[in-house]
């Protein structure tokens, strides 16, 4: 089984639609992200949390909010989707406690807004 | 701020050649760490290699080595005997200060001919 698992893999979806990404992990690490990952442009992160009540803002969180639901779960969601909001979305995890605090990733979500 | 910089869009290698991935950076802090992930086409990030800015020798994980040139900000990846499996996009990453949060480059796309 995966270690950081992203649901759903794939989705399709119309504008103005309410979306929620999950990310589970059995890592037990205390950081988790959320990305976008678009043709051309790289990663860029959405939010990060480095404990249930710590969540932060990263480089584009407009449009998205999140939830950390317990140490292991952190949700992504899309209140109202628009068509420039398609993309690959990443969930990451890493551990203070390791040197680097290297992050990793899940296998990802392709969200396709209509 | 951070800033990565990666010049080569496309690298073409023969299998068993190595090949070398460019990587430049930017930061204002004083201890950070460069990462190197590997996204094949199937889409998950895999990550590969670290590099602290504090140390002194260049990291090595396998057929990777990371060619730390810290005074010309630079954070090449070299990859040895190159195999056909390797063919994938690889981004470099730069995380620093207290929060660690990682700032992507756009990626280079390594494609192995047999």
């Known amino acids: 089984d995966a270690d950081v698992t992203q649901t759903p893999r794939n989705r399709i979806t119309k504008t103005g639609k309410r979306i929620m990404l999950e990310c589970s992990q059995t890592?037990?690490?205390?950081?988790m992200y959320w990305y976008r990952q678009d043709p051309g442009l790289g990663l860029r992160l959405i939010y990060y949390s480095f404990d249930v009540k710590d969540i932060n803002k990263g480089e584009i969180s407009d449009g998205y909010s999140v939830s950390r639901q317990a140490q292991a779960k952190f949700s992504l969601s899309l209140e109202s989707a628009i068509p420039n909001q398609t993309a690959l979305y990443f969930c990451?995890?890493?551990?203070?406690?390791?040197?680097?605090?290297?992050?990793?990733f899940g296998d990802g979500t392709r969200l396709s807004i209509l | 701020a951070q800033k990565i910089t990666q010049t080569q869009p496309g690298m073409f290698v023969q299998e068993k050649e190595a090949v070398t991935l460019d990587c430049t950076y930017d930061?204002?802090?004083?201890?950070?760490?460069l990462f190197w992930y590997k996204q094949p086409s199937s889409g998950e990030m895999i990550f590969l290699i670290y590099?602290?800015?504090?140390?002194?020798q260049n990291a090595t994980e396998g057929r990777y080595s990371l060619n730390f040139q810290k005074a010309r900000k630079s954070a090449n990846l070299v990859i040895s005997a190159s195999q056909l499996g390797d063919s994938a996009m690889y981004f470099c990453?730069?995380?620093?200060?207290?929060?660690?949060?990682?700032?992507f480059g756009k990626g280079t796309l390594l494609t192995v001919n047999p």
């Open positions: 930061t204002s802090d004083q201890s950070y760490g």
């Open positions: 990451a995890t890493s551990d203070p406690g390791t040197e680097g605090q290297p992050q990793h």
């Open positions: 590099q602290g800015s504090y140390d002194e």
């Open positions: 890592k037990g690490h205390d950081r």
């Open positions: 990453a730069i995380g620093g200060g207290s929060n660690y949060k990682l700032t």
